[in-house]
């Protein structure tokens, strides 16, 4: 845990108690402030006043005597309108912050040197950031790997020299981290979304650009036109950029030319690493990954045969283009975290003959987006609720069945791929729909697949069975 020391001997008032508030909560009490604590959520706020932390209605607290005002990340700050307690923050002049805040005040309060990594993007971000805490682990640095990929910052070792914090950081706690200053800032692309929660794609976009324009060195995507102008506008203030690519050369920074990923620098460019064969990192989103990686690597001083090390035995983020096993020439991928069209698109571009399972609770506009990709197809195998209406999309274009559940799926497409003359045959989950008709998450989805997979016959298991890596 990280005791937040800054605001000890003040009070704070808190909103959220799930996984992360809680978490917030603790940190700030064991680091001396005066917390009190509130969720909508009775088992929630039951819970914490178990665990030792003041409740009370945020209604009925005296919000001039606070310090701060710490709000979970998934409560609404600003559309499709504040939450009541911002309202009540902002009346009272109150500071709206949140865990990520806390984390940087800490960071500079007491270790301001630390080498800090944050990333953000709308998409790839959750990859780029296991690739980079696996770079510098592997490296044999002290590395803290937290935040939006699924540990909450608090809860990680307290900053001090040579420790290494890479921090995964969504838009919701962008917005509530005003003073974030990593040394190396990364945003590998902007695509609309969370349009709910931010009204326009310049807002979206302008939260985004926070997380670079406060950093040592900004790391910016460069292949879309909004984190283009951002690159710009970035640079006219006077920070450091690096700009990536995986469709163009750039002047200064990392680009990809299909699995080699070159380094410009200074008007030369030269060849930094071959991707190719690396399972982990196929297509060229992974080479965009990849390449922001290496930049922020750089960026903290890693040297470049580390970061070549480190990139080929990255083991993949699990459930996401995750090599699980291989039957002869067979290989078996988990990809049970794309759970719309747009999230399965990469992993069903990285092969050329795939025996795809898919299916699930359907999102707004099926797969009809994915038609270009149907002739890397070989056959579907559609389960869950979305398989009448995905077969009604294949029609006679991709052959399908219904196997209706994972594990018929996985049985018939190993069956099939195996029987398949042609080599280099892919069994991979990428159902392109939500979890929720047949199991509690993603994550469950893609253990249950794993599970399916090591009970075959003559499967060469490259994770272990059951509950991935």
Known sequence: ??????????????????????????????????????????????????????VADLRTV???????????PGVPLTHPKPHWTVELARAAGVEIIGDVELFVRERRAH???????AITGTNGKSTTTALIAHILRASGRDTQLGGNIGTAVLTLDPPKAERYYVVECSSYQIDLTPTLNP???LLLNLTPDHLDRHGTIQHYGEVKERLVA?????VIGVDDSYCALIADRVERAGVKVQRISKRNVVAEGLYAQ???????QGGTSSLFVDLDGVQTLRGSHNAQNAAAAIA?????????????????????????????ARRGSVSFINDSKATNADAAAPALSSYDRIYWIAGGLPKSGGISSLSSLFPRIAKAYLIGEAAAEFAATLGDTVPYEISGTLDKAVEHAASDAQKDENT????????????????????????AFVAHVAALDGVTMLIGSGKGN
């Open 424 to 447: 280099g045959n892919v069994v991979m989950l990428s159902p392109a729909c939500a979890s929720f008709d047949q199991y509690k998450n993603f994550e469950v989805r893609g253990d």
């Open 183 to 185: 040394t190396a800032g």
């Open 62 to 72: 005296h919000w001039p005597s606070l310090a701060a005002f710490v709000l979970a």
């Open 296 to 324: 922020a690597c750089l960026a903290v001083g890693v040297s470049a045969d580390d970061i070549r090390a480190g990139l080929k035995t990255f083991p993949g983020l699990k459930h996401r283009m995750q090599p699980v």
């Open 1 to 54: 845990m990280i005791p937040v020391t800054v605001f000890k001997g003040r009070k704070v008032a808190l909103f959220g108690l799930g996984g992360s508030g809680l978490a917030t909560a603790k940190a700030l009490v064991a680091g001396g402030a005066d917390v009190v604590a509130y969720d909508d959520n009775p088992d929630s706020t039951a819970k914490a006043a178990a665990e030792g932390i003041t």
């Open 111 to 117: 270790s301001p040197d630390c080498p800090f990594i």
């Open 258 to 264: 299909d699995s080699q990923i070159m380094l410009a």
């Open 214 to 218: 406060g950093s040592n060195t900004a």
